[in-house]
């Protein structure tokens, strides 16, 4: 059973940092894609960055700058820093990945909550 946890959400000050993890346990396989989702409170859920196995990394235009994406193919863990804090950066962030496992599934983690205040 693939599980993804994330961890590292929290309360912080605008202008301050914060890094999420999220560790997959369960696959054989190491992923073929990582990244991260977030959903602010009555918002559609956003593509935040995205990590591939080849370490090519991707970002929507509003973090650019300010968030890093990166990833440990041996321990299926990835991380986000995120820099220079914004209250439009406060929603739930959630982690998803995808394996080589020769199938397209993408699994996903239960969120957590990142609050930035002003």
């Known amino acids: 059973q693939v599980q993804l946890v994330e961890s590292g959400g929290g309360l912080v000050q605008v202008g301050g940092s914060l890094r999420l993890v999220c560790a997959a346990s369960g696959s054989r396989f190491s992923f073929n894609v990582m990244g991260w989702y977030r959903q602010a409170p009555g918002k559609q859920r956003e593509l935040v960055a995205t990590i591939t196995d080849t370490s090519r990394t991707n970002y929507v235009d509003s973090v650019k700058g300010r968030f890093t994406i990166s990833g440990d193919n041996d321990k299926n863990t990835v991380y986000l820093q995120m820099n220079s804090l914004e209250p439009e950066d406060t929603a739930v962030y959630y982690c998803?990945?995808?394996?080589?496992?020769?199938?397209?599934?993408?699994?996903w983690g239960q969120g957590t909550q990142v609050t930035v205040s002003s």
């Open positions: 998803y990945a995808d394996f080589n496992d020769g199938k397209v599934v993408y699994y």
